[in-house]
């Protein structure tokens, strides 16, 4: 795989910034550090925005002490709906037609219009309001800034950052106690409001009419700002971008550039007597015809070893009962031995006998003879990053004086679905 030395620039991090190299480290590279901008956009997010700036326009005539009726706000969604419906909307598969997406978006509208008309259950502070504050990161100073979608003031004096989710899913409150944007968000209210008791992040989910609330506490916010500050750190150390492919690469806008699928993008659009003659075509076909011999072969000797097994039982046998070492064939012989011995369980065989054995020889003095470096465990911890403080030290330290870097690459072959072999 192509390395890329690439370094992030970055002073500022939004929390879905932040989000989209969690997800995957090369969709992060592509969007912010080689700022290539991609012209597209899903059904999802117009409808999304639409219903975002028709609830941003309600609020903001609640503010000035006029409430529209709900028609007047129906026509700013669909104006917004008109205006974000352009050429560069992809669609995914072709079973809902434009006017299907806008009625998703209307029936958001709605939904949420009935059920919080007359607007009156809070105070709106600010809506889309940018709100941030610095972080300092290894030694450098940086800023987390978002956008609040609407920021309210509750009758019982707490704050309220608003969310509004179009999603079709509706996740559960574990999902809203993790998440994190809001909750960044909410340290940036704290900082601009120091006296703030109580901070409430909400999430209307306005396809299903539903409300989630999510409370953090002092150690849950200073979690969240130590893992922040650690995920800040990754990126900027970070100078390959490794593609991390899952369930979002079908949304990914760079696909086409992306390593994992680039290949097999612009194979699916040659005609078929070009693709053959590709070069990285006829290198797969070549590799699956030698995988194919491969696994005859090892299913070949999986039957000789049987069999080998088999002989070897036999011969033991009968040396044994005929009270000899060697049997004397016409063109060989063979020695037969009978040795004891004994077998420790293993971390893999028998986990539990294993781990009571090692409780137990650490009790010893003899552990120091046997135990061993667990080289594999060192590295894999570091990357993990199981570690802090003296330990982290520790481990990189010895890391950096006695490892040494190799470039392993792997070639993992996936038969397409429509393969005969498949
Ligand atoms: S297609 Fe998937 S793996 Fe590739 S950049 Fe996009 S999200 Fe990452």
Redesign the pocket.
Known sequence: METHLEEDRSFKFSPSKLGVYQ??P??YQ?RYVDKISRARKTPETVVGVAVHSAFEELYAFVTGGRTPALDEVQGIYDREFAAGWDATVVEKDGRFAKDDWRKVGSDCVELYYNGHHPFSEDRTVAVEKRVGFPITVDGHEYRIEGFVDRLALASDGAFEIVDYKTAKSLPNQEHADQDWQLALYELAVRREWPDTQEVRLKWHYVRHGKTLISIRDDVARAKLLADAGALISAIKHDHVFE????P??DW?E??DL?P??AHPIKVAALPPAERCRDDGVRLVESYVEIEGRRKRLKDELKTVETEREQAEGELADWAEAAGVATIAGESAQVTVTVKEEVHLPTKTGEAEKHAELEAEARKTPLWAEVARLDGHALLEGLKARCWTGELLAAATSLVARYGHHARKRAVRLKRRADSDEA
């Open positions: 997800n995957c090369r969709r592509y593609p991390r492919p899952g979002l690469c990914c760079y696909r992306c994992v699928f």
